[in-house]
């Protein structure tokens, strides 16, 4: 399974983005099942709504729930973080969390926030 990560959505739905192309085509060609985090869909329909655009297609995508092992994860992984001295966004650790707990790959175009935390097992797609 991959996760999508706000910004890989953000690309995916500017119809203008050659980026978004090249990034919907890496998704579907790899053939593994899609989803977002309850929290990159606040993000996104945040975004959305503050912007006028239509929501219609990002609520089609499946949705992972954030959970207390989630929660307990994300917190773990923000004091870990904050310990290194490289502190990460709370909705960063919640959504890494997320990813981590279902097995699942992150896709993220946003590496300076993600790749550290590669050390503490999360897997980033491609």
Do not use: C, W
């Amino acid at each position: 399974m991959i996760v999508l990560d706000t910004d890989v959505l953000i690309e995916i739905f500017d119809r203008k983005s050659g980026k978004g192309d090249e990034t919907l085509k890496k998704i579907l060609e790899s053939g593994e099942n899609i989803s977002i985090t309850a929290v990159n869909l606040h993000e996104i329909l945040y975004g959305l709504r503050k912007y006028a655009k239509p929501v219609k297609e990002i609520l089609q995508l499946p949705v992972l729930s954030y959970t207390k092992e989630d929660a307990s994860l994300s917190a773990k992984i923000e004091l870990e973080t904050e310990s290194r001295g490289a502190p990460i966004r709370r909705t960063d650790a919640m959504i890494a969390a997320i990813t981590m707990n279902k097995g699942a790959s992150l896709y993220t175009l946003d590496l300076k926030h993600f790749q550290p935390l590669k050390a503490l097992g999360l897997k980033l797609f491609p």
